[in-house]
């Protein structure tokens, strides 16, 4: 069974997401402010869920059948 874009490119993104929000964690990089972590993970989280619902969108257009030319 193959694997729908609109899954899991965004799968792929939220599992990379992950890693870098585990490897940013304010208390390991005292570099970055808990806000600062909060805002990017929220915004990163946000461009994600918009790339799904596009993605999908885009795959449902495409699937459709389109009427014959009269």
Do not use: D
């Not at 965004?10 to 005292?30: D, E, K, M, V």
């Amino acid at each position: 069974m193959k694997i729908k874009r609109s899954i899991g490119v965004p799968a792929a993104l939220l599992l990379y997401l992950i890693a870098i929000g585990i490897y940013a964690w304010p208390g390991h990089n005292s570099n970055v402010t808990y806000g600062q972590w909060t805002a990017v993970i929220t915004v990163t989280f946000g461009c994600i869920v918009v790339l799904y619902f596009l993605l999908r969108r885009r795959e449902r257009h495409r699937n459709t059948p389109k009427s014959p030319k009269e």
